[in-house]
Nanobody
Framework: QVQLVESGGGLVQAGGSLRLSCAAS????????MGWFRQTPGKEREFVAA????????YYADSVKGRFTISRDKLRNTVYLQMNSLKPEDTAIYYCAVETVSRGVRLGSSYDYWGQGTQVTVSS
């Protein structure tokens, strides 16, 4: 089992920045990638960004490319999502997740473990 705890969400004005963190614990040795997804009421969970744990290869949704940066700290078993130039449409609950084997980092169904989520609200 892997436990994930997100933090860093909050309320910010449009154009502002937030940094989300996701700390992993438990059986973290089997980990291909970690990703961030977001969800708003009535909508499906949406891919935001992902990073392969060993190679550090990054992937982004088109909607956040150039504004968000995903990174990882292997010593701290933590993945980060730096969010700049935030827009009201970025408002959502953000979830981090672990993919233990390579199945497709952009697909929510590829991930085996999920955090509880952290709310991000961007006011206009």
């Amino acid at each position: 089992q892997v436990q994930l705890v997100e933090s860093g969400g909050g309320l910010v004005q449009a154009g502002g920045s937030l940094r989300l963190s996701c700390a992993a614990s438990g059986r973290t040795s089997s980990r291909y990638a970690m990703g961030w997804f977001r969800q708003t009421p009535g909508k499906e969970r949406e891919f935001v960004a992902a990073i392969t744990w060993n190679g550090g290869i990054t992937y982004y949704a088109d909607s956040v490319k150039g504004r968000f940066t995903i990174s990882r700290d292997k010593l701290r078993n933590t993945v980060y999502l730096q969010m700049n130039s935030l827009k009201p449409e970025d408002t959502a609950i953000y979830y981090c997740a672990v993919e233990t084997v390579s199945r497709g980092v952009r697909l929510g169904s590829s991930y085996d473990y999920w955090g509880q989520g952290t709310q991000v609200t961007v006011s206009s």
